[in-house]
């Protein structure tokens, strides 16, 4: 059973995001205008966004804008709602532990469940544009594989090891109304949101009211 779920990946045709990395983030990033971050309290980052339906040049804007938004931000990554828009989108430029660079978004993303030999944890420090200055430890699987759609309703899938694999995770659950903070103890997130308190943005940030 192991062996066969190991084929069954191995046959998977994964999203090249890798090829033109630096060349495919500049183009977005040129066309697009960087947006404010929305940190954690806005309304917008505590719940499920709305899945992507209309795949059309407003869809293509709001990826360039993300690309430029999370450059802006220093970010390896970026979901919609971190700039205010309710829609299922995230967007990356994040390296593995191997240093190799991936560049690509993902539409309505869904994180695949992997099977019990493939869950091994890796337990390092995380951070979030949305949760400026502050960063804590969270376990999270060393391996992720999301599926979704590209900007022009193609369906894609995309894997990712170590800090890439962190990051895959990370975005998807914004996309669904989860800061990683949510996935700390009380104690933790606590420390976490004292961190943001005492910190200061590198970067706009859209004020809660």
Same mark, same amino acid.
């Given at each position: 059973m192991a062996q066969q779920e190991t084929e069954q990946t191995e046959s998977i045709e994964f999203f090249d995001d890798v090829t033109d990395a630096e060349e495919r983030e500049r183009a977005h990033r040129e066309r697009g205008t960087s947006r404010p971050i929305t940190v954690v309290g806005n309304p917008v980052l505590h719940k499920e966004c709305q899945d992507v339906t209309e795949f059309d040049d407003k869809l293509a804007k709001l990826i360039d804008d993300m690309f430029a938004s999370q450059r802006t931000a220093e970010g390896v990554g970026l979901a919609a709602n971190q700039i205010g828009v309710?829609?299922?989108?995230?967007?990356?430029?994040?390296?593995?532990?191997?240093?190799?660079? %991936?560049?690509? %978004?993902v539409c309505n993303p869904v994180l695949e469940e992997l099977p019990a030999e493939q869950r091994v944890l890796d337990e390092s420090n995380e951070g979030c544009l949305s949760v400026p200055t502050a960063y804590a430890e969270l376990a999270r699987p060393d391996y992720a594989v999301v599926s979704g759609q590209d900007m022009n309703g193609k369906p894609i899938v995309v894997q990712g090891t170590g800090y890439f694999a962190r990051c895959l995770q990370h975005e998807t659950d914004h996309l669904y109304g989860y800061l990683y903070i949510d996935r700390l103890s009380k104690r933790d997130r606590k420390d976490a949101l004292k961190q943001m308190s005492e910190g200061t943005p590198r970067y706009p940030v859209v004020a809660n009211d």
């Open positions: 309710d829609l299922k989108v995230f967007v990356y430029d994040c390296q593995d532990d191997e240093g190799v660079r %991936h560049v690509g %978004h």
